[in-house]
């Protein structure tokens, strides 16, 4: 069992103020994992207080783009020496196979490459801006929003950290992050590393602990300026009554069921492959997965056999063992959900073509089979509900505007996938579907360079690129009187 009885706040590794703790399992054999300090109320106000004092009176703010570049070029170095051992620690943390982890680890070190060259950048922010009157001189500088809360998921713990913690730091700002409690242990890393990268003490602090208490008081401490959430559609309603209390900058990133439509000129091989990478990836616990899955009624029949017979050849068990591109769920509460919605789902009338219990054998652990459901009820919560887990829905349609219609017949627009040989159809419906993402002829590529976030319930502002450095940046007018006449409207010359 490993042991993290610390947090991070201000630079030192300080004990939770109450002593106490919380489990950390293994989702592979429910396996007591870790035992983590549990942060309270009393140390969200000690590392609230701390980062402040780095934000309001330390250099970090106040250095060049460039100096904040280079630290966070060292922090993605860091990442990249320990890759082996964070990506294990990601599989044991979160059941996830190996592969996956290593993918999220590179990713994560990429993530802050990418934000160090838009750190260096700030430094030749200043834009002057033309204006019609000839004796005012105007520019628009970016400064940071202040201190800044992060609340992260558990489906990618250091990756999902990475998309939060580099842009703030590129941006200038202290931060406050408090990882899932079901998946800590790679976000205390990233604390260790960043403070031996040569991150001044408060700019970075973390924070395990409940949702309830540590996630709660972070929220709604006075001392924070900007809120960031990934998460779930309920948490995310509670986290913005809680910032209109005080008027405070938030993002969130909320819940998704992201439609896939396939034509019938598809390759069908090449659409099973994307379908199955659209769902079965990181066991289907992923905000973008796209989770109903409508195709043309002539490739309908045939699509489904196949995607069944390649859904069960998919290896399941411990996210360390070779050839498992299938992990558990992260947790006993996560396997109750979707197994609860998979009966539901059979009760309501929907079609279980494969997959839909644990696999045999594997009876300790969180697992669940692949799963594919066929003519779904629309009205249903398993064609309109988010699930998190390799559970997929498929369904015919018969015309492009029919296709279209389904597609945006939904409360979220995180992202959404189109599949045909016909490229100018793609992009027609590409511009029409309600989605912040989408794909072509693909389902989940995710590039730190591009825009993440979607639209309707599915939240409010975009990660990733230059729009997830915005999340963390104030725009400033700064403008002069350069002309030599007197402005002269209350004190005239001459009187």
Partial sequence: MLERPYLFIDGQWLAAQSGEHFDVFDPSDASLLARVAAAGRADVDLAVRAARRAFDAGDWP?????????????????????????????????????PEAQWDIADAAGCFDFYADLAAGLDDDERAVPLGDARFRASVVREPVGVAAAVIPWNYPLLMAAWKVA??????????????????????????????????????????????EAGAALVEHPGVDKIAFTGSLPTGSRIMQAAAREVKNISLE???KSPFIVFADSDIEAAVEWIMFGIFWNQGQVCSATSRVLVERALYPDLLQRLSEEAQKIRIGNGLEDGVLLGPLVSAGQHAKVSAAIAQGIADGARLVCGGKPPAGLEQGWFMQPTVFADVPLDC????????????????FDSEADALHL??????????????????RCERLARRLQAGI??????????????????????????????????????????????????AWYLKPGC
């Fill in 62 to 98: 106040r250095l060049g783009g460039r100096q904040r570049a280079a630290v966070l070029r060292r922090i993605a170095d860091g990442i990249r020496a320990r890759q082996d051992e964070l990506a294990l620690l990601e599989v044991r943390d979160n059941g996830k196979p190996l």
């Fill in 167 to 212: 842009p703030a730091l590129a941006a200038g700002c202290a931060m406050v992050l408090k990882p899932s409690e079901l998946t800590p242990l790679s976000a205390l890393e990233l604390a260790g590393i960043a403070n031996d990268a040569g991150l001044p003490p408060g700019v970075l602090n973390v924070l395990p602990g409940l949702g309830s």
């Fill in 254 to 256: 909320l819940g998704g």
């Fill in 381 to 396: 919560a398993l064609w309109r509900e988010e699930i998190f887990g390799p559970v997929v829905c498929v369904n015919p």
């Fill in 407 to 424: 597609a945006n017949d939904s409360e979220f627009g995180l992202a959404a996938a189109v599949m045909s040989a016909d490229l100018e």
């Fill in 438 to 487: 989408v794909w072509i002829n693909c389902s989940q590529p995710t590039f730190s360079e591009l825009p993440w976030g979607g639209v309707k319930r599915s939240g409010i502002g975009r990660e990733l690129g230059e729009w997830g450095l915005d999340n963390y940046l104030e725009t400033k007018q700064i403008t002069r009187y350069e002309s030599r006449e007197s402005w």
